[in-house]
């Protein structure tokens, strides 16, 4: 779409779904948004935007790792953010071989 975000399309069994990336300066993803997921409401199911915004991204190890990070709906009430959370670096590990 232009130098900060890019529309992604993913195909499989029949299906597609699409959404955005936007991407910071540095070209690190900051935010996913699409709109082809359903928030599952005490009423029913809703369509609407989903976005996961990326506060920030560190470097561990000599890697870069998102920061704080989260998922929201963009329903017609406001925002509904449910889930916030951040990676446990000493929880990663890099180049890690396949079980036998």
Do not use: K, Q
Not at 40 to 49: H, I, K, Q, S, T
Not at 57 to 70: E, K, L, M
Not at 86 to 97: G, R, Y
């Amino acid at each position: 779409m232009d130098d900060r975000c890019l529309e992604v399309a993913l195909h499989d069994a029949g299906r597609t779904v699409t959404g955005r990336l936007f991407v910071d300066e540095r070209g690190a993803p900051f935010d996913f948004s699409t709109t082809d997921r359903f928030a599952d409401l005490p009423g029913g199911l809703v369509r609407a935007e989903w976005r996961t915004p990326i506060s920030t991204w560190r470097v561990v190890g000599g890697r870069p790792i998102p920061g704080p990070f989260g998922a929201v709906w963009h329903l017609p009430d406001g925002p509904l953010p449910y889930i916030e959370g951040e990676l446990d670096p000493s929880s990663i590990a890099f180049n890690v071989p396949p079980a036998p």
